[in-house]
């Protein structure tokens, strides 16, 4: 079995500050994980996936996330936060080769501080 | 760019009636998800399918039923709406590659009175 732990469920920062959110999971297979977004009132948008290669793996708007083995970590972060960053952000993770479900943490509200 | 709808965005119903929540992608896609959207508990799957007329129970299929008759489209039933079935209900399909993202339908958000 698998799941994730999102550490906060609100993160508030202000515009121009770093932007840190944690991701921790279990999986007993090498998992492949993923950082999504929901803005207000919409549906889930993918920011980025790690699967296999690069550990650092880059994605829109300026996210990254950094895929830690030893530490089954999977933190998201931005160097610089903008008033647009302000939604909701899940972390997933399945376990691929042919399991197309995802297990998704229960989400961390990122405010932004003008 | 693969395009995921759903039938409503806000739907208000009562207590005991029969609801149809609607999902269609455009992608051809094979696997098709239903979730429900809770404030403090994330996602959490309902039922998915992996093809036409093939569903499999996720982790909170009580009191829904699916139905999957054409592979563009991915219905979710509540038998007897309960108003502890308000939530945020997103579909989602995901292709064929081994991992794959899934695209998420822009929700719709359902109120039982």
């Known amino acids: 079995a698998q799941s994730v732990t999102q550490l906060g469920s609100h993160v508030s920062v202000s515009e121009g500050a770093l932007v840190l959110l944690r991701c921790n999971y279990s999986?007993?297979?090498?998992?492949?994980l993923f950082w999504y977004v929901q803005y207000p009132n919409q549906g889930l948008q993918l920011l980025l996936k790690?699967?296999?290669?690069?550990?650092l793996v880059k994605g829109i708007n300026g996210f990254e996330a950094e895929f830690k083995k030893s530490e089954t970590s999977f933190h998201l972060t931005k160097p610089s936060a903008h008033m647009s960053d302000a939604a909701e952000y899940f972390c997933?993770?399945?376990?691929?080769?042919?399991?197309?479900?995802?297990?998704f943490g229960k989400g961390t509200k990122l405010s932004v501080i003008p | 760019d693969v395009k995921v709808t759903q039938s409503s965005r806000y739907l208000v119903k009562r207590t005991g009636e029969k609801v149809f929540l609607e999902c269609v992608q455009d992608?051809?896609?094979?696997?098709m998800f239903w979730y429900r959207q809770d404030p403090g508990l994330g996602l959490r799957l309902i039922y998915f399918s992996y093809d036409v007329k093939m569903k499999e129970k996720g982790d909170i299929p009580e009191g829904y039923s699916v139905s999957r008759e054409k592979k563009e489209r991915f219905s979710l039933i509540l038998e007897s709406a309960s108003t502890n079935q308000t939530s945020m209900y997103l579909c989602a399909s995901v292709g064929p590659g081994v991992v794959d993202e899934q695209f998420f339908g822009p929700g719709t958000r359902l109120t039982v009175l």
């Open positions: 992608m051809d896609h094979e696997n």
């Open positions: 790690y699967t296999t290669g690069a550990t």
């Open positions: 997933a993770v399945t376990t691929g080769a042919g399991s197309y479900q995802l297990t």
């Open positions: 999986s007993s297979v090498p998992p492949y």
